[in-house]
């Protein structure tokens, strides 16, 4: 498809919201949208290649007001650099060989290659030692235009269902019952897929509803589940002033029996409100975990 494009499209190929899309219309003149003859936005094919480049910036903690005015040259600057700083994940052995095969659009094989190092390392290694830093090493890839969008979206999807695969061979964890979701705007849920594969090696029931959950339906769940802890993952993407807020909130309607995790980068630098508990890496969550389960006298599974 080469356009025009609906908002509706754009939302769903970006990861942007279409709320956000038009408060940057309004702020930054980015995008600007031609109407169709129903009087609906109507976006090109440059817009979607320009806002997919603003995405993975934003991606990579750029602020919105810092890359959505920009033009495509600086954009393109801005990502290469963004790429060479971080030069590590890249290094590792067979990242390249997987990236390879995403540029073939090789989905057989990359599923293929995923699984090896699943059968190899085992769930919990290959997911902090393998699937976490490969994930980075994509995201770098993309940024230097050895990648395009759809591969990248080939590797998420191949990801997502070798670790589904994984998770449904584990035995039926019983405590905590955890909730694991993202709030609205949040689109990113590989990273809830690694969280339920590694608490739920440790004993822990999970319940995920994958991304963009309103507010009001996640108290719905956490009451119908009955719930020890909700768990929520924010990217760098997210509206940092909108973290501690909407945390509060949910604080205040759910029981003071219930924890609050909040995971993600984007939490590194931020102080947690009262009765939130912050884990910006994969390992954090794993020690709350633990700490949980010494708290409540509950065993850790073997």
């Known amino acids: 498809m080469s356009g025009p494009y609906s908002i509706a499209f754009v939302e769903r190929s970006t990861g942007i919201s279409r709320e956000t899309l038009r408060v940057w219309e309004r702020r930054y003149g980015f995008p600007a949208p031609l109407r169709d003859a129903g009087g609906d936005r109507s976006y090109s094919a440059d817009d979607l290649d320009r806002l997919r480049v603003i995405k993975r910036l934003l991606d990579q903690g750029y602020r919105p007001g810092k890359v959505v005015p920009l033009p495509v040259a600086a954009l393109s600057t801005l990502t290469r650099a963004s790429a060479r700083r971080e030069k590590p994940p890249r290094a590792r052995p067979g990242y390249l060989e997987f990236i390879d095969l995403l540029r073939a659009g090789d989905a057989l094989e990359a599923q293929d290659w995923l699984h090896r190092r699943l059968s190899s390392d085992g ?37 997502q269902r070798v670790l589904r695969l994984a998770i449904a061979a584990l035995p039926r964890g019983e405590r905590p019952r955890m909730l694991l979701t993202t709030l609205p705007e949040e689109q990113h849920g590989l990273g809830l897929l690694m969280v339920e594969a590694l608490c739920g090696l440790h004993g822990a029931r999970c319940f995920n509803l994958g991304v963009s959950t309103p507010a009001p339906e996640v108290l719905n769940a956490a009451r119908r589940h009955e719930v020890d802890i909700v768990a929520l993952s924010f990217s760098p993407a997210y509206t940092r002033r909108r973290v501690v807020p909407q945390l509060q909130a949910l604080r205040a309607e759910l029981s003071a029996h219930q924890d609050i995790w909040a995971g993600g980068r984007i939490t590194r630098r931020m102080r947690p409100p009262p009765g939130v508990l912050f884990c910006p890496t994969l390992d954090d969550a794993v020690a709350l975990l633990h700490r949980w389960h010494a708290v409540h006298g509950v065993g850790v599974p073997g």
């Open 123 to 159: 769930l919990a290694a290959f997911v902090t030692g393998a699937l976490a830093p490969l994930t980075e090493a994509v995201g770098d890839a993309w940024a230097e235009g050895r990648l395009t969008v759809h591969d990248e979206h080939l590797f998420s999807e191949q990801a």
